[in-house]
């Protein structure tokens, strides 16, 4: 039994496989956290709910950590809910009133105002298996009279015990996302946040407490991973009293709304988790999560082949085919025509918003390239960029009201366009509209969904929904609506590379575009930075040109493909250009990955060596069953000549021998042991050589 209530001490128990999380009802009648960590005897730790008196300036509830409260009385701390009655009341009282259990995971807790008919009700889910609790709020009114809602946070985490704490998140931006950043926590608020209208590079909603001595294989971390791909933040405040509060959901940043009587809010999940194991396993919980309760379907990411960096907006029929033969020569499996095949679309500048096969570029249609694709054996797809349009198009022409942007102003334009407004109805319904027909006339099996520019000077609210919140979940019902229209299709979500990945689009996107850097050692970075939260399952990588267009990097191309088979493989360069034997050694490549694919994008996942510890970087990935293994390895800048390192792995069975090839050499027989405490043997050799390490269980 996952949920238990202990009446007498009137406490709550949420039991995963390896841990307890435990709150309840104090004597004020208020909801309390009281513990989470390794599994304890429940019922023993009551005593935590005891009201802790300091002196008047230091409030019971400074000292304790409300399971979930408003801002009222004398809480001074980030309030899960902030609202304004209509007579002008802004104080909460939220009262105890009750739980119900639904099934053998699902806990929702009944808080009440005490005056007012607001009512708010505390889910959890326990996700038992992977040690990760769900929990999301709604907020009912049952006034007669509408209520402000200024702040409405989807879940407030507790960490307490220890004398330190240190934060990790991520954080940069175009080009350079998901870059790791750690630091120790002092008294006050760490806020790490999105205002741009979605998930938006330059951070993450994903966070890791630690007490700053935990590793990748060692220490307690406690995380969590907002599924919400709008405004968002998330709050990491250390009271003087030495415990962490880690509040999160949609931003509260011009995003107050009236809650009319009889209506109900409800936010998004936000979802949480401990371990004992360090960083590592804390990864590892999120990634089978995420395969087993938030991604769309299991299926294994197809190698694409995708032209923009090959062709940017200069799409024509004959080029793309004769891409699309070069590509299904190398065993590529789905064949996608990426920006510029619409309107009058010839550069970033124009036809944005007119969604008609552009007939100079393709004068039979689409049709014709399609055919073509399906009988070199691979699927099609195509690019669409939905929520924006160019001034210079017929959309924006026809419907310049449909814009976000004041009344009284132009309007910010960014990569000469602006953002269409979706929380309108009418623009919903032609977003929905013009993916239908365009999935209907066409076999296409794959829409990449971009999102170029963020959102700006939104416009006048709604008086029900901040556009905000409207824009996100009409994104969302679209999503589900084209889901369940063409359920042979699969999305991704991309977003000028990896601005809009969080647990809340991943519920929809089959897979991500995490940057558009593309350069194979910098794309290491920020991997590893988005494998901490995110699973390779969905990471889709692609290798391109040397040198990089971006930074004007030359690597090997071993390099660019072992970087890029760590997720789902893609390849953009201008294969046009390859040689015989650089198809030949790609060919080889993508055989390679289609045998290991079900380990990297199914398996665990280890970070062996992660970047900037030394001059190597390794990673590995095992199959549940334990049976077969990869790992990458990634020599950078040798210095001092070659010298033998040993890798040790991880995640193996001790006892079974393996056979272990490194590239295309001998395969040699060691044990798990062996290979787990001794090592293995590495002998890169010279800047950027990499090794694929593949293990099978004899
Ligand atoms: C940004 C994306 O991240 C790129 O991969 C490409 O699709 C361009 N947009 C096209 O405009």
């Avoid at 989470?36 to 300091?54: I, M, N, P, T, Y």
């Avoid at 979930?68 to 909460?92: C, I, M, N, Q």
């Avoid at 959102?455 to 979940?473: F, K, N, R, Y």
Wanted: aromatic residues 12%; contains cysteine.
């Amino acid at each position: 039994m996952a949920i238990t209530y202990y009446e007498q001490e009137r406490l709550f128990e949420l039991r995963t496989r390896r841990t307890s999380y435990l709150f309840g009802v104090n004597g004020k009648g208020t909801l309390q956290h009281a513990y989470w960590g390794e599994q304890v005897e429940a019922a023993e730790c009551a005593g935590l709910l005891k009201g802790r008196h300091h002196s008047s300036f230091d409030a019971d509830i400074d000292r304790e950590t409300e399971e979930f409260g408003g801002w009222g009385g004398s809480h001074y701390a980030e309030p899960g809910l902030k609202a304004t009655f209509a007579d002008g009341v802004r104080d909460l009282k939220l009262g105890y009133r009750g739980y119900a259990i639904t099934g053998d995971d699902a806990l929702a807790i009944e808080l009440q105002d005490t005056h007012y008919k607001l009512l708010v009700r505390v889910h959890y889910k326990v996700i038992e298996e992977h040690d990760i609790i769900e929990r999301r709020v709604t907020i009912e009114n049952r006034e007669s009279a509408p209520v402000r809602i200024e702040q409405a946070m989807a879940a407030v985490w507790a960490v307490s015990g220890r004398q330190r704490y240190r934060m990790t998140h991520v954080a940069e931006r175009w080009a350079g996302e998901f870059q790791l950043r750690s630091a120790m926590l002092t008294e006050g608020k760490k806020t790490i946040e999105s205002r741009r209208g979605f998930t938006g590079p330059h951070a993450n909603p994903w966070f890791a407490i630690d007490d700053g001595e935990a590793s990748e294989t060692h220490g307690d971390v406690w995380f969590g991973a907002l599924g919400w791909s709008g405004n968002w933040k998330i709050v990491a405040e250390l009271s003087a009293f030495g415990h962490v509060r880690v509040v999160g959901g949609v931003h509260d940043f011009d995003g107050a709304f009236s809650l009319a009587p009889g209506d109900a809010y409800e936010s998004p999940v936000f979802v949480g988790g401990y371990t004992l194991r360090g960083f590592g396993e804390m990864s590892r919980l999120l990634h089978r999560y995420e395969r087993a309760h938030v991604l769309p379907t299991g299926e294994l990411r197809k190698v694409l082949y995708n032209s923009w960096e090959a062709t940017e907006f200069d799409v024509r029929a004959e080029e793309q085919l004769e891409l699309a033969r070069r590509a299904a020569a190398l065993g590529v499996e789905r064949f996608v025509v990426d920006d510029g095949w619409f309107g009058a679309r010839n550069s970033d500048r124009a036809g944005l918003g007119d969604w008609q096969v552009n007939r100079d570029k393709f004068p039979e249609g689409l049709e014709t390239l399609i055919g073509e694709v399906k009988s070199l054996g691979m699927e099609f797809g195509l690019w669409v960029e939905p929520e924006s349009v160019n001034p210079d198009s017929d959309l924006f022409r026809r419907h310049p009201e449909w814009i976000y942007r004041f009344p009284t102003r132009e309007g910010t334009q960014l990569r000469n366009q602006y953002s269409l407004n979706l929380g309108l109805p009418e623009v919903k319904d032609f977003v929905l509209g013009f993916m239908t027909e365009l999935l209907t006339s066409y076999d296409i099996k794959f829409i990449k969904w971009d999102m170029n520019r963020t959102i700006t000077e939104p416009g006048a609210d709604d008086p029900g929904m901040p556009i905000w919140l409207a824009h996100v979940s009409h994104l969302y019902e679209i999503w589900a609506e084209l889901r369940t229209r063409f359920p042979g299709v699969e999305f991704e979500t991309c977003a000028g590379g990896g601005a809009r990945i969080d647990l809340g689009i991943l519920r929809y996107a089959d897979q991500a575009w995490i940057s558009d850097n593309t350069d194979a050692r910098d794309r290491l970075a920020i991997q590893e930075g988005f494998s901490y939260a995110y699973s390779p399952a969905v990471m889709m990588c692609w290798v391109t040109g040397s040198p990089s267009g971006l930074g004007g990097r030359s690597l090997p191309l071993s390099y660019r493909f072992h970087s890029a088979m760590m997720g789902g493989l893609g390849i953009g360069a201008d294969i046009g250009g390859w040689t015989d034997t650089e198809m030949e050694e790609a060919r080889g490549f993508v055989a390679m990955y289609q045998s290991i694919r079900h380990i990297v994008l199914q398996g665990d996942y280890y970070r062996l060596a992660p970047l900037g510890r030394s001059n190597l970087a390794a990673y590995q990935y095992v199959t549940e069953d334990r049976s077969e293994s990869v790992a990458f390895v990634f020599l950078h800048a040798q210095h001092f000549g070659g010298e033998e390192r040993r890798i040790r792995l991880e995640g193996l069975q001790p006892d079974a021998a393996y056979e272990v090839t490194a590239n295309d050499g001998e395969p040699t027989a060691l044990h798990g042991s062996t290979l787990m405490r001794a090592g293995y043997p590495i002998m890169l050799r010279g800047d950027y050589d990499s090794w694929l390490l593949r293990l099978r269980r004899l």
